[in-house]
């Protein structure tokens, strides 16, 4: 099962391609790590979010909580970007634990 | 000089024991060292193409944005979020997993291709336009993508964990283990040798009394 969380356009747009759990956010008001943890427990194989989402601090330490919990490989966290465009990020998650694997940046 | 396992009595038992834990040791450290070069030859495999499919999935991404613009833009962000409703289904997945030295790394298998002809998204032709059906397409296929990326990304995290996890084995191993192990050694060695020459003095002084004795 796939789930999506995002900005009304993200949302509009996945569920045009059919996806079924969207949860929509207009604001970063709402409570998304509680979302996060609902789906983590329901047994969500994929949660897609919105960088600007995840980059929010409360979420950033939900989604590494989860992943550091998770016995299974499920649920796989994807960041995608929003209408904007990619975020510019301050720490690039990927490259981030290549320096740490191997000791070295590699591009 | 590393210090030396605590709670050993010198004796042969323990020089045994000891050189049989080295060797223990010595295996396990380069069994351990082939697993992580060949953990960080998999882990730098996929990272590259993780770079690929991020790419190739953000670029998907935002011409389905456009798409959806232009959509909302003809048809009204109303209408599109109400055909958006119409347009569910149920997306089936294989998921399972396969190992690499141990370490699991997902692999999400589509049953049908995602993108679906216009009939079957379940809206009607009336309320929809060109631009609808275009930007449901182009999300169809980000969606696909993102799924791809998804598998990658998961399994450039567990192997780098993984590779982590080998690496500090692999450091403790090498700089600590082993050398107190062979420190270890050393000291009992030394010591037996030690009270070898004390008993040795020990036993010329006892025969020089004896000797004294007898005469």
Known sequence: ?107 | MPEIVEGVSPTRMELLRLSRREKLAEKGHDLLREKRDALIAEFLDVVSEVRDARKEAEDKLKEAFDFLIVAQALSGVEQVRQLSLMTSREIEMDFSSRSIMGVHVPILELENDLARKVTERGYGFMDSSAAVDRSARSFEEALEKIIKLAELEEAVRNLAGEVEKTKRRVNALEYIMIPRLKATRKYIRMRLEEMERENFTRLKKIKAMLERRER
């Open chain 1, 1 to 107: 099962m796939i789930a999506v969380i995002g900005d009304p356009e993200t949302a509009a747009g996945f569920r045009l391609a059919g996806v079924k759990e969207v949860y929509e956010y207009s604001d970063g008001r709402e409570d998304v790590a509680r979302v996060l943890d609902k789906l983590a427990k329901e047994e969500v194989a994929i949660i897609i979010i919105n960088e600007r989402l995840a980059a929010e601090a409360k979420n950033r330490d939900k989604i590494r909580e989860i992943n550091a919990k998770k016995r299974n490989v499920i649920p796989i966290i994807v960041e995608v970007p929003d209408k904007k465009g990619p975020m510019v990020k301050e720490v690039d998650e990927i490259g981030r634990l290549i320096k740490r694997a191997v000791g070295v940046a590699v591009k």
